[in-house]
């Protein structure tokens, strides 16, 4: 079944892992929580999207580094955004390609307020993605 945030109070959550709970999906992902507490999805569409349901907290940070460990059944792109308030756009984002298998993905980037919103576009296309854990570190 679908995971979805949306209607729910927004709740800014500390550094570190990132539970898959508050997730929302958008782009013909259907999820399943595999019983070792990784997230399995399936791309039926274009532009898969996760949302993170609630902010990162980071007081006084001048950078975060989100740390993504994944399977991908292939090989393409993945995009990650980042805003002080919901809503994405390209400038506050990075894309970098992955090999199909397993991906240790570190990104980081600076940030100027306390509250980070968070996106993931794991894959450009359909597919398979098993997410195995999302952490966000602060910088100060």
């Given at each position: 079944?679908?995971?979805?945030?949306?209607?729910e109070?927004?709740?800014p959550?500390?550094?570190?892992?990132?539970?898959f709970?508050?997730?929302?999906?958008?782009?013909?992902?259907?999820?399943?929580m595999?019983?070792?507490?990784?997230?399995?999805?399936?791309?039926?569409?274009?532009?898969?999207t996760i949302i993170?349901?609630?902010?990162?907290?980071?007081?006084?940070?001048?950078?975060?580094?989100?740390?993504?460990?994944?399977?991908?059944?292939?090989?393409?792109?993945?995009?990650?955004?980042?805003?002080?308030a919901?809503?994405?756009?390209?400038?506050?984002?990075?894309?970098?390609?992955?090999?199909?298998?397993?991906?240790?993905?570190?990104?980081?980037?600076?940030?100027?307020?306390?509250?980070?919103y968070l996106?993931?576009?794991?894959?450009?296309g359909?597919?398979?993605v098993?997410?195995?854990d999302v952490?966000?570190?602060c910088?100060?």
């Amino acid at each position: 079944g679908h995971v979805w945030a949306h209607g729910e109070p927004k709740r800014p959550v500390p550094e570190g892992q990132i539970p898959f709970a508050r997730f929302d999906f958008k782009g013909g992902l259907k999820t399943t929580m595999a019983q070792t507490g990784e997230l399995e999805f399936m791309a039926d569409g274009q532009e898969p999207t996760i949302i993170f349901g609630d902010p990162v907290r980071c007081t006084g940070a001048t950078d975060v580094v989100v740390e993504i460990d994944m399977t991908r059944d292939d090989e393409g792109p993945m995009q990650l955004f980042w805003n002080h308030a919901p809503g994405f756009v390209e400038e506050r984002s990075i894309r970098r390609w992955y090999k199909d298998g397993k991906a240790h993905v570190e990104l980081g980037f600076p940030v100027t307020s306390d509250t980070l919103y968070l996106r993931l576009d794991p894959m450009d296309g359909p597919g398979k993605v098993k997410l195995h854990d999302v952490k966000a570190y602060c910088l100060r």
